[in-house]
């Protein structure tokens, strides 16, 4: 293979890791923004949400499409609950004290999935079952003398959708604009009428909703689905939203593609350092945060004294 | 201590800073920069051994930033800050302290789930660990503060640590009585009532020994009653733990009334500089103060 | 709130003290000789997690610096301490992928192995402490994960070293109870006698507001590493108990990873983030608890109705019992009080009066 052609094949599947990270990312950022909590759950609300994909795929023989459309309901729900139910009684108490429930949350959610769904792995793309379906999976494109699978280009495609959508959600609708006040001044806010709880609950469900979406591709991707998937990718997502910046949206796609780009050429380029690629992040981390810790696009917080 | 007695050790202590005249702190054309705002401009001034020197100024005039600057919380843009002839310019907050500046914020910064007593016992805490702090005070001819080794492996086994305790929490235990805090020696910090907080405050940078307290905005949020309490217990604190006092203030009543020396400033800048008398007069302070408008009432 | 502090002499605290660990040892050595293998240990294990629990609650309760990076420095503990009790010949056999030569040859008895596993630890402090404490609050907690989680996916690929994701196999048993309670006892005295020392007190008033304590002329960074360094000086030594009662130590998410820095955080949180007896306390109960709740995981009958076992579900009550304390319960069963003589008198000598009022 020549070097042009490895890196487009590279370059690719670093587009699309890098999309996926993103719209995870977009969620912790969010949440941050918002109520500084780090949502350490964020990650296995994906996890669940595949589950749902999964479950309602195999048990109503739903076409995938149905499936995904329900998966990404129910993770909106779930991500909602969790807030009303779990951080919404914490909203006065010191910020450390939001951040461990986050941490029991996320081992409650693996374990639930442990118990209802079985620690085994389960290939995902048992959900397509038809013909026509199984093309998206096995599919393969030439670019450039490059072979990428169909489903790569899909996946980027369909990253850029779900994030033109957000944005308008976040800069253009009412809501989104009730969301960037509360993440400057929570008590002006709700000062001017705006339900303040309300608008915090639909932060979460759409985060939790982007978050499935990204699972279902990953887990078309990566093919199985387990209970301690979310795990790693919750971690380099929010990782991502660090890098680009804790707070800002089109921050945490920068960073999620940073980090895509990072792992996917690391390991190509270095194979023997493959081993360690879920390191690379954590050590990307720890830079950013001792040199840049508002992040690339982040702003400077200076302490009042 | 009666009023009349306070008075009167007050002009001598005027009297002999006259003749004396030596400054413990010098802020030679200090300017602090944070991106676009220039938050102190070019601040150069005096504070004189054993005065009541008193900063004041409308809000965002930059002031607290001058004792964020002087404590080492912030490292100016251009000038020096000279503290009894050592030049501190580029010390940490910690090595400061050491070296004998202490401060209060304006907002309260106790430790909260601290006792009274302990919260005293901490200020006193930097004799034990502070070796970089008094290398700084022997390379200036000074002498260190602590001169013992391995205090930390003292503390954990208790070998030649218990006198030193003992020793401190008798220092601590009397200043909390000479402050009149010792009714509440065992409660925590955040039990205590708006005004003996405040005290506390101050009992607490006392009990580092300074040699100049800065004190932000001191009777903040207290009621007349209180105000009046603090101006005598300002006044008591100079003379008995013979300190120099350099305080901001927004209540012109207690700046009038303790400060034997003032000092104003207006967007970052000295705009006066004189007695609460002259204080009082001059058009640019009432201007700075009371807008531009009111010339043409 | 009493307005006099309400004290014991330090002679009738010192023999109150010394009875307690004598009347200790004495129901310990009972256990030893009257208890089945399994309680037994349950009983090791107990001392085993207070260290730990005790080492984190010094870095999270006392000096506020909210640190899940405890796995790591158990990780390295259980490794160094393992690789140096296995004889070269054991190493030879289960070494698959070849091994460092220096490493081959390395030997020593359980007490050396158990400390030099507490300076790696203590070293691995040290050498992070320098970047990660520099950030606070949850920036220091996810850094602090993140490198626990390069610590654990070392392990996993340094193959020479420690035999990658096969772990190290056959370590002997050699944590009885007299050594995990000795270790034990020696963690408590170290950490106790600091917390209750000047450095104790800035310490917690690092805890409290940082801004002013490094205004009382306290150097705070370096106050925090040495707590940090101390801490994982301990955690080291637990993990060396723990690999030698466990008897293998590998790599996975499920050993030596999150999930067990989450396992000492649910104990420090249960007992009350502070206190030093809270975490014993907190060690204690979550042991018990764990192991009781293992029953659910086989099958059991509810009854007369045979219930089938279900995997994983005591993790699911554990942390479910979790968020509920978090919600409703935060202060833990000792808040940041102290089980002391002084404060055993003075509860019971306040109740006394009470009753005599009504």
């Known amino acids: 293979m020549n070097q042009e052609v490895f890196f487009l094949q590279n370059f690719f599947n670093a587009l699309m890791l890098g999309g996926l990270y993103a719209l995870i990312a977009v969620g912790y950022t969010m949440v941050y923004g918002i109520l500084r909590l780090i949502n350490f759950a964020h990650g296995d609300i994906m996890m669940m949400g595949v589950y749902f994909a999964f479950y309602t795929a195999v048990l109503f023989s739903s076409p995938p499409l149905i499936a995904a459309i329900v998966a990404v309901a129910g993770a909106a729900g779930l991500g909602f609950l969790i807030d009303r139910i779990a951080y919404k009684p914490l909203r006065n108490a010191p910020r450390i004290s939001a951040l461990i429930t986050a941490i029991g949350m996320s081992f409650f959610l693996e374990s639930f999935a442990v118990v209802v769904f079985g620690a085994v792995q389960k290939p995902f793309v048992q959900i397509f079952k038809t013909k026509e379906s199984k093309v998206i999976l096995n599919k393969v494109l030439m670019v450039g003398g490059a072979r990428i699978p169909l489903l790569t280009f899909l996946v980027i495609l369909l990253t850029l959708a779900i994030f033109a959508v957000l944005f308008l959600i976040v800069y253009k609708s009412k809501i989104g604009m009730a969301m960037r006040a509360i993440s400057m001044d929570i008590p002006t806010t709700a000062l001017m009428g705006i339900n303040v709880d309300g608008v915090i609950g639909f932060t979460f469900a759409l985060g939790s909703a982007l978050a499935a979406a990204s699972g279902i591709m990953w887990a078309m991707r990566y093919p199985n689905v387990y209970p301690y998937m979310g795990f790693m990718p919750g971690m380099k997502a929010f990782i991502a939203a660090v890098v680009g910046g804790i707070g800002s949206i089109p921050g945490a796609v920068v960073g999620g593609l940073l980090l895509g780009f990072i792992e996917i050429f690391t390991v190509s380029y270095f194979p023997t350092m493959s081993g360690y690629r879920d390191a690379f992040s954590f050590i990307i981390l720890i830079l950013i945060l001792m040199f840049k810790p508002s992040g690339i696009l982040g702003k400077k917080a200076i302490e009042k004294v | 201590m009666s009023e009349g007695r306070v008075n009167q050790l007050e002009k001598e202590a005027v009297k002999s800073k006259a003749e004396v005249n030596e400054p413990v702190l010098v802020l030679d054309h200090v300017t602090m920069q944070f991106g676009g705002l220039i938050a102190v401009n070019d601040f150069d001034n005096k504070v004189i051994k054993g005065e009541l020197l008193g900063l004041i100024g409308p809000n965002g005039a930059g002031k607290t930033t001058v004792f964020n600057v002087v404590t080492g919380i912030y490292y100016p843009t251009k000038g020096r800050i000279i503290f009894d002839d050592i030049d501190i310019t580029p010390f940490k907050p910690y090595q400061i302290t050491h070296l004998g500046i202490a401060r209060t914020f304006q907002n309260i910064r106790l430790f909260y789930d601290l006792t009274v007593l302990e919260n005293v016992l901490v200020a006193q805490h930097h004799e034990l660990s502070n070796p970089d702090a008094d290398r700084i005070l022997m390379r200036n001819g000074k002498s260190p503060k602590n001169t013992q080794k391995m205090w930390f492996w003292r503390a954990v086994t208790k070998l030649g640590y218990t006198s030193k305790e003992k020793e401190m929490l008798e220092r601590a235990k009397n200043l909390i009585e000479k402050v009149g805090l010792s009714h509440v020696m065992y409660e925590k910090a955040s039990a205590l009532p708006y005004g003996e907080q405040r005290k506390l405050e101050i009992a607490r940078a006392l009990a580092t020994e300074p040699k100049l307290l800065l004190l932000d905005e001191p009777a903040a949020g207290m009621n007349p009653k209180e105000t009046e309490d603090l101006m005598s217990f300002i006044r008591r604190v100079r003379d008995e733990f013979n300190v120099t006092v350099f305080l901001i203030e927004h209540d012109m009543k207690v700046v009038m009334g303790v400060c034997e020396r003032i000092i104003v400033m207006d967007y970052g800048k000295i705009i006066a500089e004189g007695t609460p008398e002259e204080i009082q007069n001059n058009p640019r302070v009432i201007e700075a103060y009371l807008g531009k408008e009111w010339e043409n009432v | ?358």
């Open chain 3, 1 to 358: 709130m009493s307005m006099v502090e309400k004290k014991l002499s330090t002679k009738t605290q010192v023999i109150l003290t010394l009875l307690f660990i004598l009347g200790m040892a004495l129901l310990l050595w009972w256990a030893d000789k009257g208890f089945d293998s399994y309680k037994q240990r349950v009983l090791r294990l107990i001392g085993i997690y207070a260290i730990m629990a005790v080492s984190l609650n010094l870095i999270n309760g006392i000096t506020g610096i909210f640190s899940l990076g405890h796995a790591g420095f158990i990780l390295i503990g259980a490794y160094t301490a393992a690789i140096l009790t296995l004889t070269p010949s054991e190493k030879a056999m289960s070494y698959l992928f070849g091994i460092q030569p220096w490493i081959k040859n390395l030997h020593a008895d359980f007490f050396t192995a158990t400390l030099a596993g507490g300076f790696m630890a203590a070293l691995a402090a040290f050498l992070i402490g320098w970047p990660v404490l520099r950030l606070t609050g949850d920036y220091l907690a996810i850094a602090s994960l993140g490198f626990a989680e390069i610590v654990r996916i070392w392990a996993n690929n340094a193959l020479t070293i420690t035999n990658g994701p096969l772990g190290l196999k056959a370590i002997p048993e050699y944590s009885n109870i007299w050594w995990v309670y000795g270790w034990l006892l020696f963690t408590v005295v170290f950490i106790a006698s600091l917390v209750y020392s000047s450095y104790g007190r800035a310490l917690k008033a690092i805890r409290e507001s940082r801004i002013a304590a490094e205004s009382m002329g306290i150097n705070v960074f370096k106050h925090q590493l040495m707590s940090f360094v101390v801490g994982a000086f301990f955690a080291g030594i637990s993990g060396s108990l723990y690999a030698h009662w466990l008897t293998t130590v590998d790599p996975r998410i499920t050993t030596m990873g999150p999930m067990l820095t989450f396992y000492v955080l649910i104990m420090i949180v249960l007992g009350g983030l502070g206190s030093i007896t809270g975490s014993l306390i907190g060690a204690a109960i979550f042991a018990i608890l764990f192991e009781w709740l293992r029953d659910l995981e086989q099958p059991f009958n509810f009854f007369g109705i045979t219930v089938p076992g279900i995997p994983g579900i005591r993790i699911l009550v554990i942390s479910a019992l979790f968020i509920a304390v978090m919600i409703f319960w935060q202060r833990g069963i000792m808040g940041r009080e102290e089980l002391t003589w002084n404060n055993l008198y003075k509860w019971l000598f306040a109740r006394r009066k009470e009753g005599e009022k009504s």
